[in-house]
């Protein structure tokens, strides 16, 4: 009865229940294409290492043009252009199997990108301006455990479907496309424009006091290719995964996300976000040295799950730069970090595809570099950010904390 008065009352209509409906939209779409992606580019588009890399380039294209997110919004609200770029998102997504071609491929990917890259800058924007500093780390956490529900949801109908049913891949991404859709359109239809605290600048925004974090973003960029695409290529190539195997191990990882991210949030408000990235890197390193040399499949199937649970101790980044950022900046340097982020991966999808050809163990020795710098990097943050303080060694811009 309580639920069904708040239902009538409307009280569910807030900004972070709007959040936590777009986070489980993303998912059906994302997860579907993601799980069979793989498969279906070598098994009905016959492509080899290079091929992959070029789609995976073309990929974040979009992300790279993130930039131009703040000039959308002279002529559209955060609000609208998130739920816009959610049902673009659905779209590519649902068209994919009807293009088993590599000039196929590349398109719908690229359909699909544009919808999930502006989506993810607007996200991101509206999340660090709608919830406070003090409760960012923990609902950021909890977006991600509805994200991995959905995920694991989606992911756990792959398997149904391609084990017992033996639904073409069409149909499937044609299902997952089609659902997104349908919430996007539903979130426009019940939830009111939320207005943020601050007004945002509708300009590019670089400032060289937040350089520390447009490095760990670029560095982030670059070790995300690592995971997203070659570790997954590997799984198949190397080790000849099926998409019934794929599928559960990314059942797998987003059990991982629904239990741990929340509490990661936590962790992250509780020790602050240079341990907590100091921790991610310092993982990082030795999974992908032990990628360079494995050959054992469940122990390469171990290193894909533990890679992926690093990817939560990522929000402490995004805490990070809410803690020191101007309240106007947010959303124009959300498109910008999202532009910096995909500058390494624009090129390395591509270049480390031809270094795949000769020697895959170097693909992710190069990978283990990048962590390393990113590891330096993050032990530059102070252990109280803030608008002022920036970097270990500034003194804060009003009043005094304790030496780090």
């Known amino acids: 009865m309580q639920i069904i008065n708040q239902l009538k009352s409307g009280k569910w209509k807030r900004p972070d229940i709007l959040l936590m409906l777009m986070a489980v939209a993303v998912p059906l779409s994302f997860a579907t294409w993601n799980s069979l992606l793989n498969n279906f580019a070598i098994e009905r588009a016959a492509f080899d290492g290079a091929e992959m890399g070029i789609l995976q380039s073309l990929r974040e294209v979009p992300g790279f043009l993130a930039f131009t997110f703040v000039f959308v919004l002279l002529i559209l609200k955060e609000q609208s252009f998130a739920l816009i770029s959610l049902a673009i998102l659905g779209i590519g997504t649902a068209l994919t199997g009807f293009f088993p071609t590599a000039i196929g491929l590349y398109c719908t990917t690229v359909l699909m990108s544009v919808g999930y890259h502006y989506y993810e800058t607007a996200q991101q924007s509206l999340a660090l301006q709608w919830l406070p500093k003090g409760e960012a780390p923990v609902v950021l956490g909890r977006l991600l455990a509805v994200g991995g529900f959905a995920s694991l949801l989606a992911y756990g109908l792959i398997f149904i479907i ?42 590019l925004v670089l400032r060289s006091r937040y350089w520390l974090y447009y490095a760990l973003t670029f560095m982030g960029g670059a070790r995300r290719q690592i995971f997203v695409v070659f570790a997954g290529f590997m799984m198949v190539e190397k080790f000849g995964y099926s998409v019934t195997a794929i599928t559960l191990l990314f059942l797998i990882n987003q ?101 795949w050809l000769v020697n895959p163990s170097l693909v992710f020795l190069l990978g283990a570099g990048m962590a390393a710098i990113s590891l330096a990097l993050s032990r530059l943050i102070p252990t109280h950010p803030e608008e002022g303080r920036e970097l270990r060694w500034h003194k804060p811009l009003f009043g005094a904390h304790p030496a780090d």
């Not at 532009?339 to 270094?355: C, E, K, M």
């Open 162 to 203: 391609w084990e017992w049913i033996g639904l073409d891949y069409k149909w499937v991404y044609l299902a997952g496309g089609a659902v997104t859709v349908l919430i996007a359109l539903t979130a426009w239809a019940l939830f009111p424009t939320f207005e943020a605290p601050t007004a945002q600048r509708k300009t």
């Open 255 to 355: 059990a991982f996300n629904m239990v741990l991210a929340p509490k990661i949030g936590g962790l992250i408000a509780r020790f602050g976000e240079r341990r907590a990235l100091t921790f991610e890197y310092i993982g990082l390193i030795g999974v992908f040295v032990t990628y360079a040399f494995v050959e054992d499949a469940t122990l390469a199937a171990v290193l894909y799950v533990i890679d992926h649970a690093f990817f939560a101790l990522a929000i402490a980044m995004k805490t990070y730069f809410q803690k020191i950022a101007d309240p106007a900046d947010i959303a124009p340097t959300a498109g910008v970090a999202f532009s910096i982020n995909h500058i390494a991966a624009v090129v390395i999808p591509a270049l480390f595809g031809l270094i």
